[in-house]
């Protein structure tokens, strides 16, 4: 298909599939951020599993791991949504883009190059983490590659429950003690900017933004949404008693927006060179998982073989 007819395709609103003809810039943009998605879902378990052994409830617990598990669910469906546009020679292929974030070629969000210092942090995580992916993600249900927006479908309405989870955690704190209000305070204050960074560079330093537009992969900017979830936040910060970290903070009636203080976008490209807190942590641990359940996968596929053979016999 001419790359106009495709455009005019998709701006039709129609649906792209795994097997239709499409333009290589397509399928390449959706390969790098599928995967870089597929990547954030399973780095974003570790700062949570962090807290497993020390959740201060079995209750607690066990929302926690359904939680933790959850997001291996989301890298799964996201990674065999972007195995769906491997053709073969560009490296679309699971183990590739799996090897990539392995080697720390490929990216996964900034954010979960965070450390979770208390168990505040969890709650912050669902609130504000989970709370900025839904706002990016139910954008992401209406993009035009069929793969992925069905598997944002039900990504979005687990991440609703994983947002009152960490809400509910804040909540309990800010009905305790002045301690544990606190540490729901200092837990704001920690993750307040590096969530509000997940939505990515300012559109005008956005270089990915205009052609994911055209082939509606994106459908709002990262300006527009990251304006819309500080808009929503604020009120629910309030709720709880806590106060937002900008002093540049201020509703701005002619907009009917917050304005709000500059990004520290210094701190953005640090972490996204891999000098963030937490970058190395995060890829040896990943990288040792590799290595010391290597036996798993190899018996698996052992297994599968010998199940394709003995059924061929028969
Ligand atoms: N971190 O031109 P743009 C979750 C990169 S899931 C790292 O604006 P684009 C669930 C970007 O890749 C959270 N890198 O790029 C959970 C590009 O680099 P490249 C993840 C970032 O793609 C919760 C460059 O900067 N969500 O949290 C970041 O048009 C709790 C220029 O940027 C998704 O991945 C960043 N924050 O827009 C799990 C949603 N921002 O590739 C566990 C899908 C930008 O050219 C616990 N992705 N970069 O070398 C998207 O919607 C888009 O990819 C954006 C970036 C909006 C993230």
């Keep these: 298909m001419e790359n106009n007819k495709f455009l005019d395709y998709v701006q ?22 599928i995967s870089q998605h597929a990547h954030s879902e399973i780095v ?8 497993i052994s020390r959740a201060p409830s079995l209750r607690r617990k ?11 669910g989301h890298g799964l469906y996201l990674y065999a949504a972007s195995e769906t546009l491997n053709n073969g020679a560009n490296g679309a292929d699971r183990d590739s883009t799996y090897n990539d974030m ?13 450390p979770t210092l208390s168990w505040a942090d969890i709650g912050a995580i669902g609130w504000l983490v989970d709370g900025a992916a839904i706002m ?43 301690e544990q209000k606190e540490l729901a305070q200092e837990a704001l204050n920690r993750f307040w900017w ?32 990251r304006q819309r979830f500080i808009d929503v936040t604020v009120s629910q910060a309030d709720f709880l008693g806590l106060k937002v970290p900008d002093e540049n903070l201020k509703w701005n009636e002619e907009r009917q927006h917050y304005d709000f203080g500059a990004l520290p976008w210094d701190e953005f490209m640090e972490v996204l ?11 040896e641990t990943k990288n040792k998982a590799q290595r010391e359940n290597l036996w798993v996968k190899e018996a698996a596929i052992a297994f599968a073989e010998k199940q394709n053979v003995m059924s061929k016999i028969a």
Aim: glycine share 6%; proline share 6%; charged share 25%.
């Design 12 to 33: 039709a609103e129609n649906k792209v599939e795994p097997k239709d003809v499409m333009p290589e810039d397509y399928r390449k943009l959706l390969v790098r951020q």
């Design 44 to 51: 974003g378990m570790l700062p949570e599993a962090n807290w």
């Design 62 to 72: 066990m929302a926690l791991l359904a939680k933790i598990q959850d997001e291996a």
């Design 102 to 114: 392995l080697s720390g070629k490929a990216k996964y969000s900034s954010i979960f190059n965070y």
């Design 136 to 178: 990016n993600q139910v954008m992401l249900m209406g993009n035009s590659y069929g793969p992925y927006s069905r598997a944002m479908v039900r990504i979005c309405k687990e991440e609703s429950f994983h947002q009152r989870q960490g809400y509910e955690i804040l909540m309990t704190l800010c009905k305790g003690t002045k």
């Design 194 to 225: 590096p969530a509000l960074m997940m939505f990515g560079p300012n559109d005008s330093d956005s270089p990915n933004s205009q052609k994911s537009m055209n082939y509606k992969v994106k459908r709002e900017s990262n300006d527009d949404l």
């Design 273 to 283: 060179k891999g000098n963030g807190p937490c970058n190395k942590k995060r890829l």
